[in-house]
C-alpha cells in the first residue's frame, strides 16, 4: 500500500504541487524532518552566536591579556596590603577597589588568592565581594571569566535580538556590580565577626 | 681623538637599535602569546558552551517547550516581587551551593530568559535587575576553595562557609532591589 503512494509521489513529482508524505512512510519522513529540524534551529543559534560574539571576543580577549602581561600582575601586591588596614576609611580599598583589581588583572580563580594580604576575620568577606563580581565584569572585560559569560550573554543576546544597544546594560551592570560586592563585603565580614565571637564564647564555656 | 667619538656616536645608536628592537619585540610577543591564549580560550571554553547552549535551545524552540516555560517565566521575571522571589529562592543556604557549580544553572537560565527578553514577553528594562535575580548563589559552591586560594586557616573556612551563605540571603535580595532602581530610565522608550 505505503508503495503505491510512494509510485504515486515520483510520477506526481514533476507536477508543481507534491502531496504531502503519506502513509507509514509519510509518518517516518515527517518524524525526520522534525527531527532534524531540531538541530537546523540549534544550528542557528549556534551560527549567530558565534558571528555574533566570538570575532570581537578573540579581539579583545587578545588586547587586555597583553595589557595585563605587559603591566604584570605582581604590582597589585602593594594594593593587598594597604586593603589589609583596619578603618572605615579602608573598606572601600578592601571590598571595592582591591576585589575589581584583582579579578580584572588575576582573572577567576586566581583572584581569590589576593585573599592572603588580609587578616582572616576579613578573608571571608573578600572573597564573597571577588566572586560576586565575576559576572558583572563580563559585560565589558570577557576576559575576566570567559568560562562563565553565558550568564550576561544570554540575557545581553536576548536585548540584541530586540534591536537595543547593550552598552548602557553592560556599564549599568558592572557599575551596580561595584556598589552590589561592597555591601556584600561588609555584610559578610559583619557577620563573620558575629559568629567568630559567638564561638569564642563557645569555646571559653566549654574549657 | 675623532675616532674615539665617533665609536662613541656608534655605540649609542647600537643600543638605542637594540632597546627599540627588545621593546618591540617584547610588545609583539606579548601580544602574539596573547592572541594564543585568547583563541586557547574560546576554543576551550567558550565554543563548547556555545554548542550546549544551542542545542538547549534548538530543543527549546522548536519543541514548542519555551512557549510552556515562557508562561511559568514571565510573571516571574517581568516585575520586581517575581524576580526577588527567585533571588531569595536562589540564595536559600542549602540550596546555593547545588545551583552554583561552573554558574551552569545561572548561565541556562539567563539564556532562557534571553529568549523570552528577545519575543518581547518581558520589558528590556527588567534585564538588569534579572542578571542579579538568578546570580545570588554565585561562588557558593566553591567557599573553601576560595578560601584555601587566599591561604585562609580551617577555622576560618568552617566559619566562612556559613557567613558568606547567610550573607546571602540579605545580600542576593538587597542586590535586586539595588539593580531595579539602577535599571530606572534604562531602555525606556521617552
Redesign the interface.
Known amino acids: 500500500m505505503p508503495f503505491t503512494h510512494l509510485v504515486a509521489g515520483i510520477v506526481f513529482a514533476a507536477g508543481d504541487t507534491v502531496d504531502k508524505p503519506t502513509g507509514f512512510f509519510g509518518a517516518l519522513a515527517t518524524g525526520a524532518e522534525w527531527f532534524i529540524g531540531l538541530f537546523n534551529e540549534g544550528g542557528g543559534v549556534f551560527k549567530s552566536l558565534v558571528i555574533g560574539i566570538v570575532p570581537t571576543l578573540i579581539v579583545l580577549l587578545t588586547a587586555v591579556n597583553a595589557l595585563i602581561r605587559m603591566i604584570g600582575p605582581e604590582k597589585s601586591d602593594k594594593l593587598g596590603e594597604m586593603a589589609a588596614r583596619p578603618g572605615i576609611q579602608w573598606y572601600p580599598v578592601r571590598y571595592l577597589v582591591l576585589p575589581v583589581l584583582s579579578v580584572f588583572f588575576l582573572t577567576n580563580p586566581m583572584a581569590y588568592t589576593m585573599g592572603r594580604f588580609l587578616p582572616e576575620r576579613y578573608k571571608p568577606a573578600f572573597y564573597d565581594s571577588a566572586v560576586s563580581y565575576v559576572h558583572p565584569i563580563t559585560g565589558i572585560f570577557p576576559h575576566a571569566n570567559p568560562g562563565e559569560l553565558f550568564v550576561y550573554y544570554g540575557i545581553a543576546h536576548g536585548i540584541q535580538k530586540l534591536g537595543l544597544g547593550l552598552g548602557d546594560l553592560a556599564v549599568r551592570y558592572l557599575l551596580v556590580g561595584m556598589v552590589v560586592i561592597l555591601l556584600r563585603g561588609v555584610i559578610t565580614e559583619l557577620i563573620t565577626a558575629r559568629m567568630l565571637a559567638k564561638r569564642s564564647t563557645q569555646e571559653e564555656a566549654a574549657a | 681623538m675623532s675616532s674615539t667619538t665617533a665609536s662613541s656616536g656608534m655605540g649609542g645608536i647600537n643600543k638605542l637599535l637594540v632597546t627599540v628592537g627588545k621593546s618591540v619585540g ?2 609583539v610577543g ?2 602574539y ?3 594564543r ?3 586557547d ?2 576554543i576551550r ?3 563548547p ?3 550546549f ?7 527549546i ?3 514548542g517547550f519555551g512557549n510552556w516555560l515562557a508562561h511559568l517565566i514571565t510573571p516571574l521575571a517581568g516585575n520586581l516581587i517575581g524576580l526577588l522571589a527567585i533571588s531569595i529562592f536562589c540564595a536559600i543556604p542549602v540550596l546555593s551551593p547545588v545551583l552554583g557549580p ?2 551552569v544553572i ?13 519575543k ?1 514577553d518581558i520589558a ?1 528594562q527588567y ?2 535587575p ?3 535575580a ?2 545570588p548563589q ?2 557558593c559552591d ?2 573553601p ?3 584555601a ?5 580551617p ?2 573556612v568552617e ?6 551563605l ?3 540571603l ?2 542576593g535580595p ?2 535586586v532591589v ?2 531595579w532602581v ?2 530606572f530610565g ?2 525606556s522608550s521617552n
Open positions: 617584547g610588545v606579548a601580544l602569546q596573547s592572541g591564549d585568547a583563541v580560550t574560546v571554553n567558550i565554543l558552551f556555545m554548542a547552549i544551542s542545542v538547549l535551545i534548538g530543543i524552540l522548536k519543541t561552573g554558574a545561572a548561565q541556562v537560565v539567563g539564556t532562557l530568559l534571553g529568549l523570552n527578553f528577545a518581547g528590556p534585564a538588569l534579572a542578571l542579579f538568578i546570580n554565585v561562588g566553591f567557599i576553595v576560595g578560601l586560594l587566599g591561604e585562609a586557616e577555622e576560618t566559619v566562612g562557609v556559613p557567613a558568606v547567610i550573607s546571602r540579605i545580600t538587597l542586590s539595588i539593580a539602577a535599571s534604562l531602555y
